[in-house]
């Protein structure tokens, strides 16, 4: 890749300032955007689900663990796998050890899996993670939402919102929808070497071409 361009301090200080102003912008946007994804009409579920969980079957309610809200990550785990999918591995090595705070949130965070239980715990095992997995195999859970699509697997988070005994879904997104998630590439999209990926390279020279 090219790096880049060297100069004065005052002229990256000038840079950096016109830079700066877009960052706001996309800022004031992102927080808009949050405001209006807050404000999206919710659906009431009243299809039972059951899930296969450490201590057995669960249901929806369940995954909740007494919390107003729940945060579902479909991690990419088709029965027929012995591994899971790598991508969604990268993500869930980014949830934070200690999420104390999403609790303090009245949030509860699960991954759910269409492959069986038995294939989930030894993967989580063998990666250290302590983040709460269920097996929705032998449900219409991912094909509901559309985490399981023409058969294939698809990543994504459903956010759920408990009134009582009652669940609403309130928001799903898939694909690079997630990105948001993955607290590494956060970091990576600050250093001038980003994620390293091809599609970004491609917009590195388009930026490149465009200021001359």
């Known amino acids: 890749m090219n790096y880049p361009q060297i100069v004065t301090r005052e002229e990256w200080l000038n840079a950096r300032k016109e830079l700066l102003v877009k960052e706001k912008e996309a800022t004031r946007a992102r927080d808009r955007l949050n405001a209006e994804r807050r404000r999206l009409p919710m659906v009431r579920i009243d299809k039972e689900y059951v899930f296969d969980g450490p201590k057995g079957k669960v249901s929806l309610l369940d995954l ?6 729940l945060i579902v990550y479909h991690f990419m785990f088709d029965p027929s796998w012995d591994k899971g999918c790598p991508g969604c591995t990268n993500l869930v090595d980014n949830i934070p050890g200690n999420i104390a705070r999403l609790y303090e949130g ?6 759910v899996s269409r492959a069986p239980l038995a294939k989930l715990e030894p993967y989580k095992q063998q990666k250290n993670w302590t983040t709460p997995w269920f097996s929705s195999y032998g449900s219409d859970f991912n094909y509901d939402f559309e985490a399981t699509v023409d ?9 759920f919102l408990r009134d009582g005994e009652q669940i609403f879904h309130t928001y799903s997104t898939t694909g690079r929808g997630v990105d948001i998630l993955l607290g590494t590439y956060n970091y990576l999209d600050l250093t001038p070497l ?3 990926e091809e599609w970004e390279e491609a917009l590195n020279r388009s930026a490149t071409s465009v200021q001359g």
Not at 106 to 111: A, G, P, Y
């Open 194 to 196: 980003g994620r390293q």
């Open 64 to 69: 909740f663990d007494g919390r107003r809200q």
């Open 106 to 111: 009245d949030t509860s965070l699960v991954l």
């Open 151 to 159: 058969g294939g697997e698809v990543p994504g988070v459903s956010v």
